[in-house]
């Protein structure tokens, strides 16, 4: 007997149609070990690909993550300038330092025409308080009217 079984009929025609006859585990197996490495190396090359991307991205997360604190910091200072400035106090002794005095009591029109209370002068300024060193223009007192020109001024670079 042989070590090799005879096929008959429909199984021995089809035995012939397929390659590696001659010699059935040697053939097959080297197609199958060459796609099973193609495959495991694709995959690791695919996994290389992918961190380094999620790495990438880490990176840029972390950098926006660094300028939008820095931008918050920048405007909690700023919001804190414009609260100091806007408060009654600094206001009040802006005012002052431009020469401004409080109003008097206002009085209303009415939709008649009327007039409504009982107007009074702003206060003057008091005896001890000081004027500043630099005055903007519109706050300079003015002891004569100045002189008005006819002639357009220009100003250089505009």
Do not use: W
Request: net charge neutral; glycine share 10%; hydrophobic share 40%.
């Amino acid at each position: 007997m042989s070590s090799k079984p005879e096929l008959k009929g429909r199984a021995a025609r089809l035995a012939r149609l397929l390659p590696g006859a001659t010699a059935p585990g040697q053939a097959a197996r080297t197609p199958f070990v060459l796609l099973v490495v193609l495959l495991l190396g694709g995959g690791l090359i695919g996994l290389l690909v992918l961190n380094s991307a999620l790495s990438e991205g880490a990176f840029k997360l972390d950098d926006l993550q660094k300028d939008t604190k820095s931008l918050t910091d920048e405007e909690q200072a700023l919001q804190r300038d414009v609260d100091a400035y806007s408060a009654p106090q600094a206001l009040q002794r802006r005012a002052r330092e431009l020469g401004m005095v409080p109003g008097g009591d206002p009085a209303f029109l009415a939709p008649d025409g009327t007039v409504r209370g009982v107007p009074s002068p702003a206060a003057a300024e008091p005896a001890g308080a000081s004027r500043p060193l630099v005055l903007a223009p519109e706050a300079m007192p003015t002891a004569a009217a100045p002189a008005v020109s006819t002639t357009p001024t220009t100003t250089p670079g505009r």
